[in-house]
């Protein structure tokens, strides 16, 4: 049920209006902040990919066997220098011509190992950036599904599939690519410096002095590489929340003749993210041209000197080439490192942005010592003293000093005008927030200090709007009782009513549903949502308004499977039938959040309150009963 509920407010929460404030998370609370006010945000450091380094080490012997493979291609690299240095001095020399043909089959074999020991490192390091990256989605889509809906109020779906998507790529990316174009370039810089002072330790001098000079301005240009990096990315969520946010209400949209300035708006949030990126690559292009200048210049320098030692006769050609080479390997392995490092800056700031959602505590917890709920299960509730506010309008309280007691097996309808707090009631029942104040009890278990998985367990909700995945029929109606066989599904599908119109369908029951149900009517929906809450066989039933979306003969049939449904069962219906009013054993009437009636259809009626006030207010069927307005 948890994963149900946060499913359906994940796609509620893109349903905002246009041209809001853009939102963004906040690391430290894993809530959101308002930067159209003015608000700033930690800067994202490569330590943010630090909570990530676990997923790598799930998975040692591919780390081993590509740390491996990249010291043996270190290892081929760093000794074609030294054969080359013995072709130019002894290759060409009366004595040394009988060695040359060795000296370049010493070669080959240098560029063979090197050439296997690539491509293992490449299979290892790419195949390990796919592993940690399906574990990550799955560690954060995992995480999701535990946050309470007061966390999805927040936040925008696009916002989140932006962060399961583009951010994991960039993390992908640098578990993959960029390490280990980092580690290579790391080896081969410390193994060619060191070789650089072994060959000549004069020249290494003037080299080892220009890398300050080279080093300092790079780090200083990764910092705004980080931050156009972070920049980038929550442009490109903007977009992805607001195209989430549009393909949802494609009907509204084109219903009211909103498709022009639904394009020219995600064109724009599509031209920000550009600028963006744009601005974050030119950044990144600055620091490696930047860096392959300095580098490049400072081995120019170096070689020009190390000619006039030449000139002078105090070392050979192929010393000097030997030296030229591995400035080579260090000079391009020091330039690789500031490219790469502006790489995993950019993947910082998606690791931040990831680790935000890992970090962010549902409000709702599991107690660390759940109280048991009593078996069998008994189906009492009880609310006591409850004061409650949502956190969207934490100053407008929704209900307050409700208290009220069902009894099990009793069937209980609340009923009110709009914004009475009557879903509320349901909301806190199945603890998807918490309360201000007061207890709530189920079979006689504070639910707070109840395990939320075990209490979900004994209630089966029918929501006014379904929510219908894009799965098969069979596995709508089997979602919550996945283990549930086939004729019970079918069982529960005839209870519902909606084995004629599945049965009609081109698969029946395997047929394939479009997203959200869109190829079904409202009726059909809600009947399936009432197959599954039949299969689930709990023993509280919450009925939210179950038949608000069905014409008369379909409620007929849906109503007379609900009352079987109900039987033995505590029921707590929101109404708007009046059938279902009346065949409640207590009606509960709220106004502005608390309980203002409560008696039988008939006592409410002979009482001439808000409850006859309402009554009057409906309109008459073609059946002769009241449809009570909401």
Same mark, same amino acid.
């Given at each position: 049920?948890?994963?149900?509920?946060?499913?359906?407010?994940?796609?509620?929460?893109?349903?905002?209006?246009?041209?809001?404030?853009?939102?963004?998370?906040?690391?430290?609370?894993?809530?959101?902040?308002?930067?159209?006010?003015?608000?700033?945000?930690?800067?994202?450091?490569?330590?943010?990919?630090?909570?990530?380094?676990?997923?790598?080490?799930? =998975?040692?012997?591919?780390?081993?066997?590509?740390?491996?493979?990249?010291?043996?291609?270190?290892?081929? *690299?760093?000794?074609?220098?030294?054969?080359?240095?013995?072709?130019?001095?002894? /290759?060409?020399?009366?004595?040394?011509?009988?060695?040359?043909?060795?000296?370049?089959?010493?070669?080959?074999?240098?560029?063979?190992?090197?050439?296997?020991?690539?491509?293992?490192? =490449?299979?290892?390091?790419?195949?390990?950036?796919?592993?940690?990256?399906?574990?990550?989605?799955?560690?954060?889509?995992?995480?999701?599904?535990? #946050?309470?809906?007061?966390?999805?109020?927040?936040?925008?779906?696009?916002?989140?599939?932006?962060?399961?998507?583009?951010?994991?790529?960039?993390?992908?990316?640098?578990?993959?690519?960029?390490?280990?174009?980092?580690?290579?370039?790391?080896?081969?810089?410390?193994?060619?410096?060191?070789?650089?002072?072994?060959?000549?330790?004069?020249?290494?001098?003037?080299?080892?002095?220009?890398?300050?000079?080279?080093?300092?301005?790079?780090?200083?240009?990764?910092?705004?590489?980080?931050?156009?990096?972070?920049?980038?990315?929550?442009?490109?969520?903007?977009?992805?929340? =607001?195209?989430?946010?549009?393909?949802?209400?494609?009907?509204?949209?084109?219903?009211?003749?909103?498709?022009?300035?639904?394009?020219?708006?995600?064109?724009?949030?599509?031209?920000?993210?550009?600028?963006?990126?744009?601005?974050?690559?030119?950044?990144?292009?600055? #620091?490696?041209?930047?860096?392959?200048?300095?580098?490049?210049?400072?081995?120019?320098?170096?070689?020009?000197?190390?000619?006039?030692?030449?000139?002078?006769?105090?070392? *050979?050609?192929?010393?000097?080439?030997?030296?030229?080479? =591995?400035?080579?390997?260090?000079?391009?392995?020091?330039?690789?490192?500031?490219?790469?490092?502006?790489?995993?800056?950019?993947?910082?700031?998606?690791?931040?942005?990831? /680790?935000?959602?890992?970090?962010?505590?549902?409000?709702?917890?599991?107690?660390?010592?759940?109280?048991?709920?009593?078996?069998?299960?008994?189906? *009492?509730?009880?609310?006591?003293?409850?004061?409650?506010?949502?956190?969207?309008?934490?100053?407008?309280?929704?209900?307050?000093?409700?208290?009220?007691?069902?009894?099990?097996?009793?069937?209980?309808?609340?009923?009110?005008?709009?914004?009475?707090?009557?879903?509320?009631?349901?909301?806190?029942?199945?603890?998807?927030?918490?309360?201000?104040?007061?207890?709530?009890?189920?079979?006689?278990?504070?639910?707070?200090?109840?395990?939320?998985?075990?209490?979900?367990?004994?209630?089966?909700?029918?929501?006014?709007?379904?929510?219908?995945?894009?799965?098969?029929?069979?596995?709508?109606?089997?979602?919550?009782?996945?283990?549930?066989?086939?004729?019970?599904?079918?069982?529960?599908?005839?209870?519902?009513?909606?084995?004629?119109?599945?049965?009609?369908?081109?698969?029946?029951?395997?047929?394939?549903?479009?997203?959200?149900?869109? *190829?079904?009517?409202?009726?059909?929906?809600?009947?399936?949502?009432?197959?599954?809450?039949?299969?689930?066989?709990?023993?509280?039933?919450?009925?939210?308004?179950?038949?608000?979306?069905?014409?008369?003969?379909?409620?007929?049939?849906?109503?007379?499977?609900?009352?079987?449904?109900?039987?033995?069962?505590?029921?707590?219906?929101?109404?708007?039938?009046?059938?279902?009013?009346?065949?409640?054993?207590?009606?509960?009437?709220?106004?502005?959040?608390?309980?203002?009636?409560?008696?039988?259809?008939?006592?409410?009626?002979?009482?001439?309150?808000?409850?006859?006030?309402?009554?009057?207010?409906?309109?008459?069927?073609?059946?002769?009963?009241?449809?009570?307005?909401?």
């Amino acid at each position: 049920m948890r994963a149900y509920t946060s499913l359906k407010t994940l796609k509620q929460a893109g349903a905002k209006v246009l041209n809001r404030p853009v939102w963004r998370f906040r690391k430290t609370q894993g809530v959101m902040a308002d930067h159209s006010q003015g608000q700033t945000r930690p800067k994202a450091a490569l330590s943010a990919l630090k909570p990530l380094i676990p997923y790598g080490l799930a =998975y040692k012997g591919r780390i081993a066997a590509a740390l491996a493979a990249l010291a043996a291609a270190s290892g081929a *690299t760093l000794v074609v220098p030294i054969a080359v240095r013995r072709v130019i001095d002894f /290759g060409f020399s009366d004595e040394g011509r009988a060695y040359i043909g060795a000296y370049f089959a010493l070669l080959v074999v240098v560029v063979g190992v090197l050439a296997l020991a690539s491509a293992l490192r =490449y299979y290892c390091v790419i195949t390990l950036g796919e592993r940690v990256v399906a574990d990550l989605r799955a560690a954060v889509f995992r995480h999701l599904t535990s #946050l309470d809906p007061a966390f999805f109020d927040q936040t925008k779906s696009g916002e989140i599939v932006s962060r399961l998507t583009a951010d994991t790529t960039q993390v992908k990316a640098a578990f993959g690519v960029s390490i280990s174009i980092a580690l290579r370039n790391l080896f081969l810089f410390l193994g060619a410096t060191a070789l650089m002072i072994i060959t000549s330790p004069k020249l290494s001098a003037l080299v080892l002095l220009a890398i300050p000079v080279i080093v300092l301005p790079l780090v200083f240009s990764g910092r705004a590489v980080r931050r156009r990096s972070r920049a980038a990315q929550d442009r490109l969520a903007d977009a992805s929340a =607001y195209a989430a946010e549009a393909i949802g209400a494609v009907r509204t949209m084109q219903a009211f003749g909103m498709e022009s300035l639904t394009a020219a708006r995600f064109t724009a949030a599509a031209e920000e993210a550009f600028d963006a990126a744009r601005l974050s690559t030119t950044m990144r292009a600055f #620091l490696t041209g930047a860096g392959i200048f300095l580098v490049s210049a400072s081995v120019v320098g170096v070689l020009w000197y190390g000619a006039q030692d030449v000139l002078a006769g105090q070392m *050979t050609g192929g010393r000097l080439s030997q030296f030229v080479l =591995y400035a080579v390997f260090a000079a391009s392995s020091l330039g690789q490192l500031s490219e790469v490092y502006g790489e995993l800056a950019q993947a910082a700031g998606a690791a931040e942005r990831l /680790g935000e959602i890992l970090a962010a505590k549902p409000a709702v917890e599991r107690p660390q010592n759940p109280k048991p709920l009593p078996e069998p299960p008994l189906g *009492t509730v009880a609310f006591e003293d409850v004061h409650f506010a949502y956190p969207t309008r934490a100053d407008q309280r929704a209900i307050h000093g409700l208290s009220f007691a069902v009894k099990s097996g009793e069937r209980v309808a609340i009923v009110g005008p709009s914004g009475a707090g009557k879903s509320t009631i349901l909301q806190l029942l199945l603890r998807f927030y918490d309360p201000q104040s007061g207890t709530i009890r189920v079979d006689g278990v504070a639910v707070h200090e109840a395990d939320p998985a075990a209490l979900r367990a004994r209630m089966a909700l029918v929501p006014q709007e379904p929510t219908i995945f894009a799965a098969s029929v069979l596995d709508n109606i089997r979602y919550g009782r996945p283990e549930a066989t086939e004729d019970e599904v079918f069982r529960a599908a005839e209870l519902a009513s909606a084995d004629g119109f599945i049965q009609a369908l081109p698969e029946g029951y395997r047929t394939m549903i479009g997203e959200r149900g869109v *190829t079904l009517s409202g009726g059909q929906r809600q009947r399936l949502a009432i197959a599954r809450a039949i299969l689930k066989d709990a023993p509280i039933l919450l009925l939210d308004e179950a038949t608000s979306a069905l014409d008369a003969e379909s409620e007929r049939k849906v109503q007379t499977a609900l009352d079987r449904l109900m039987e033995g069962r505590t029921t707590l219906v929101i109404a708007h039938r009046l059938a279902t009013v009346r065949s409640a054993d207590r009606i509960l009437v709220m106004d502005k959040g608390v309980i203002v009636e409560e008696g039988t259809h008939e006592t409410l009626l002979a009482q001439g309150g808000l409850y006859a006030r309402l009554a009057r207010l409906q309109f008459t069927s073609a059946h002769g009963h009241h449809e009570a307005a909401e």
